[in-house]
T-cell receptor
Framework: AQKVTQAQTEISVVEKEDVTLDCVYE???????LFWYKQPPSGELVFLIR??????QNEISGRYSWNFQKSTSSFNFTITASQVVDSAVYFC??????????FGTGTSLTVIP | EPEVTQTPSHQVTQMGQEVILRCVPI?????FYWYRQILGQKVEFLVS????????KSEIFDDQFSVERPDGSNFTLKIRSTKLEDSAMYFC????????????FGSGTRLTVV
């Protein structure tokens, strides 16, 4: 069975602080893909990153960085120097080779000016 | 960049009415999906569709739901007799193949059942 856990329901930070969103996943598949999506108040799912299970290299994209550790089944997401526009709900998701997505329950991030 | 288009963006319907949510997947994609997100909750898989038939469906996708690709471009989700608990955001998605193919979500249709 596949499962994604985002233990942080809500996080508030002051602008310019760094913030890390946690994601822990469970799967018996050896090949799988991990994703982060941002959902602003307008409701659409904005794709942020995709990672496959064979690529544990961390990735940085501007103020965003991701730390994938298979040993702990975690795929954490850090926003550096947060901005008010980062306020949204962030979803971690796992996609198996059957193409179905399994989403976590989301973390609602509020960045206070 | 190619997009998955969903219409309408917001639909209000009366309980018991039939509703059809429409999606235009990316043109060369082969696999199509519907997901549902009840307000404040996670996004949940409803159904996948390939080669003109359902390939997988969840427990949520009961007899009240059906999907169709009527004309080779549209992909529709029909809810036969809507209930209050069907109020949710419905996302359509498509992908070109299995594995590490790009998987694109539409911007969603917010369905409100009153």
């Amino acid at each position: 069975a596949q499962k994604v856990t985002q233990a942080q329901t809500e996080i508030s930070v002051v602008e310019k602080e760094d913030v890390t969103l946690d994601c822990v996943y469970e799967t018996r598949d050896t090949t799988y893909y991990l994703f982060w999506y941002k959902q602003p108040p307008s409701g659409e799912l904005v794709f942020l990153i995709r990672r496959n299970s064979f690529d544990e290299q961390n990735e940085i994209s501007g103020r965003y960085s991701w730390n994938f550790q298979k040993s702990t089944s975690s795929f954490n997401f850090t926003i550096t120097a947060s901005q008010v526009v980062d306020s949204a709900v962030y979803f971690c998701a796992l996609r198996n080779t059957g193409n179905q997505f399994y989403f976590g329950t989301g973390t609602s991030l509020t960045v206070i000016p | 960049e190619p997009e998955v288009t969903q219409t309408p963006s917001h639909q209000v319907t009366q309980m018991g009415q039939e509703v059809i949510l429409r999606c235009v997947p990316i043109s060369n994609h082969l696999y199509f999906y519907w997901y549902r997100q009840i307000l404040g909750q996670k996004v949940e898989f409803l159904v996948s569709f390939y080669n003109n038939e359902i390939s997988e469906k969840s427990e949520i996708f009961d007899d009240q739901f059906s999907v169709e690709r009527p004309d080779g471009s549209n992909f529709t989700l029909k809810i036969r007799s809507t209930k209050l608990e069907d109020s949710a955001m419905y996302f359509c998605a498509s992908t070109g193949g299995q594995g590490f193919y790009g998987y694109t979500f539409g911007s969603g249709t917010r369905l409100t059942v009153v």
